[in-house]
């Protein structure tokens, strides 16, 4: 290891508050101490870091207060040093970070909260896709239809959630007066996407979540006929299932069919 290479680990280490060891290669000038030059890098490490998770999880802010977001932001930032190229993907673990962290157990729907904030930027961040239509999937011939398969636009994903936290979401997103957490009586499922350069959520039954799940995970448009039987009539399921199929297509959630 080359000593340009140790100072550097050396320096690291003092910004990850591992160790103080920089100090003794860093000089005093007639106005500021040592101790005082390094700690204005570590300062504007740690403000940077929090400027970060702000812009991911501005709700989340506004819910805490500032001094209640700083404080979890300090506390994330100690637990997750960040090590992308990018500062755009720090703050990826604050869902995990609320829900294992002791202090925070207590209010489980921050972890969702933080989830959902997530997901959104992850949705506006993500490939750009043109969408099938409903011209193409009408050419298919009908003795294919069993068997074809969907891409889904790269910007879909799928949430279960337990809380209230996407109508606390908008309320405080609208600045409206803030609105008290719920837990509801069973998980409730969300699909997220972008579509025309928007971002787009809403909440599904039990039996469309399902399918969307299936769909993504690469099942045949057959197989998700066949798992909708467990809510639907055998006889009505086909028609139910190409109804669905025709409202992902409007809504932008398909890019292309395979077989």
Not at 73 to 100: C, K, N, P, Q, V
Not at 107 to 113: A, K, Q, T, V
Not at 139 to 149: G, H, I, N, T, Y
Request: glycine share 4%; aromatic share 14%.
């Amino acid at each position: 290891m080359t000593e340009l290479v140790r100072l550097q680990q050396a320096f690291q280490d003092y910004l990850f508050q591992v160790d103080d060891a920089i100090l003794q290669h860093i000089v005093d000038t007639e106005t500021v101490s040592a101790k005082t030059r390094l700690f204005i890098y570590q300062n504007a490490y740690y403000l940077r870091l929090l400027e970060a998770l702000s812009t991911s999880y501005p709700i989340l802010q506004k819910q805490l207060g500032a001094d209640g977001f700083e404080e979890i932001g300090y506390d994330y930032i100690r637990a997750y040093a960040s090590t992308y190229r990018s500062i755009r993907w720090f703050g990826d673990r604050m869902a995990d970070f609320l829900h294992e962290h002791a202090t925070y157990q207590s209010m489980p729907y921050l972890s969702e909260l933080t989830a959902f904030e997530w997901m959104l930027c992850s949705v506006f961040d993500a490939a750009d896709a043109e969408n099938i239509s409903l011209e193409e999937m009408g050419s298919v011939a009908p003795d294919l239809w069993e068997s074809m398969r969907f891409t889904p636009h790269p910007s879909l994903h799928e949430l279960k959630l337990e809380w209230n936290v996407v109508s606390v979401w908008q309320s405080l997103s609208d600045n409206e007066t803030p609105i008290e957490f719920v837990k509801s009586d069973s998980p409730v499922s969300w699909i997220l996407w972008r579509k025309d350069l928007e971002t787009h959520f809403c909440s599904l039954p039990e039996d469309e979540a399902w399918a969307i799940h299936a769909m993504l995970t690469g099942q045949s448009f057959g197989e998700i006929c066949e798992g909708l039987c467990h809510w639907h009539d055998e006889d009505e399921t086909p028609t139910h299932a190409a109804s669905l199929l025709k409202g992902w297509i409007g809504a932008g959630l398909i890019i292309g069919i395979y077989f």
